[in-house]
């Protein structure tokens, strides 16, 4: 496994190769995984969200409709001009090239989602981020994370891992309050409140 958070030439390379290198517009899984995503969610509208890493903004559409604004953010700036076409008949959407936990925005949001981002980090950058999350999501917020679980060799960590750290800061007298998980042969999605 990589001892270093992966770099952004390593996601520049893959999107230079491919412009839909995990196949988001055409896969069963990232159809099944998108509606799983949606349907997790405990509130029909949110009032400010943020995802991390949007890539070329599948997802990002659905959220759009749940959300008076989004801020959907990517590691890599090859994906976003995708991402922002795809969104441009969403005005509320605000797409940026950003690499957490290097920069992270400064505003509150109700909904911050982590999806098949985590596993890219070391395990102190990802507990950095952890913590950026947790300061920047309101009262009653919530977090939800999405990830691959089987072992890939390019990873820092797995979805397991990430995952993990999560729910090590979850329960009584901790910030967060786990209200949801499921797994599935290929991916974990785990639902979190702040307290």
């Not at 999107?15 to 099944?32: I, K, L, V």
């Not at 309101?138 to 939800?144: A, C, F, I, P, V």
Request: hydrophobic share 35%.
């Amino acid at each position: 496994m990589p001892d270093s958070s992966l770099p952004l030439a390593y996601f520049d390379d893959v999107y230079r190769a491919n412009d839909d290198p995990w196949s988001f517009e055409t896969s069963p899984y990232e159809r099944d995984k998108y509606q799983a995503t949606m349907a997790a969610l405990p509130r029909n509208k949110y009032s400010n969200v943020f995802e991390i890493g949007c890539s070329i903004g599948v997802l990002s559409e659905l959220l759009a409709n749940r959300c008076n604004h989004l801020l959907a953010v990517d590691a890599s700036e090859l994906p976003l001009g995708a991402a922002r076409k795809r969104l441009a008949a969403y005005p509320h959407v605000t797409v940026r090239q950003l690499s957490i936990p290097n920069e992270f925005p400064d505003d509150q949001f109700d909904l911050i989602l982590l999806s098949e981002v985590g596993y890219y980090l070391v395990l102190d950058d990802l507990k950095c981020a952890r913590q950026q999350m947790l300061d920047h999501l309101t009262d009653k917020g919530n977090l939800l994370l999405v990830h691959w679980t089987p072992f890939v060799p390019d990873y820092p960590l797995t979805g397991d891992q990430v995952h993990e750290q999560f729910l090590e800061i979850a329960g009584e007298g901790k910030p967060l309050t786990h209200l949801l998980g499921q797994r599935t042969d290929k991916y974990r999605l785990d639902l979190f409140q702040k307290q």
